[in-house]
């Protein structure tokens, strides 16, 4: 099938820019924007990031604040994991995760990031294999979103044991409102 085999082909060769070829000058905000729609394999437009969403991020303390109204090759490097992580977690949850889970600067952060996106990916990609045979894509498709499922299961406790270690489990729970608890379960 054609469009497995493009799927396949993007999974096993489509990554994120390195930390060396990131831009080395600061981008204004549309420029990030447009810069962002290559950093990740997509397929449906409203996955697209927004200023809105950069603003947020911002305001919510996972991402640092721009210099001025110009963002750096590190603001890059956070939108990417944040922008694969939301994916499959609550905005919350990418952004412990992103910001507290013990690595060291942005660089080696970026880097550790795409390396477990990079297996990932390739993991996904030999799934995919046909080896000229007929596809089940029913079974295909039940497969990996029940391996999503328990990846996120896991995932989503580690993260709250993290956060726990890091005494903000509680604090933070404490501080969400009805709505974001509500979307967080909806999210789920």
């Known amino acids: 099938m054609e469009e ?6 993007r999974l096993e060769t489509q ?4 930390w060396e070829t990131l831009p080395d000058l600061a981008l204004y905000m549309d420029q990030v924007i447009g810069y962002m729609t290559r950093q ?8 697209r990031l927004t200023s809105a969403m950069v603003n947020n991020y911002i305001k919510d303390g996972h991402l640092p604040r721009a210099e001025g109204k110009r963002y ?5 490097a956070y939108l ?3 922008c694969a992580l939301k994916t ?9 995760l992103v910001n507290h889970a ?3 600067d942005v660089r ?6 795409q390396a477990t996106l990079d297996t990932a990916l390739k993991d996904t990609a030999h799934r995919l294999s046909v080896h000229g045979q007929e596809t089940d894509l029913s079974a295909l498709a039940l497969d990996l979103a029940l391996r999503s499922y328990a990846h996120k299961l896991a995932c989503q406790r580690i993260i709250s044991l993290l956060q726990k270690e890091h005494g903000e489990g509680e604090e933070r729970n404490a501080k969400k409102s009805k709505k974001e608890r509500k979307e967080e379960r909806n999210h789920e």
Do not use: C, M, W
Request: glycine letters at 4%; a negative charge.
């Open 88 to 96: 499959v977690l609550p905005v919350r949850e990418a952004g412990f």
């Open 108 to 113: 080696t952060r970026y880097e550790n990031f």
């Open 72 to 76: 750096s090759k590190a603001h890059l």
């Open 15 to 18: 990554r994120p820019a390195d």
């Open 102 to 104: 013990g690595r060291a």
């Open 80 to 82: 990417t994991e944040l």
């Open 40 to 47: 990740l394999i997509r397929y449906d437009e409203d996955e």
């Open 4 to 9: 497995l085999q493009e799927l396949k082909s």
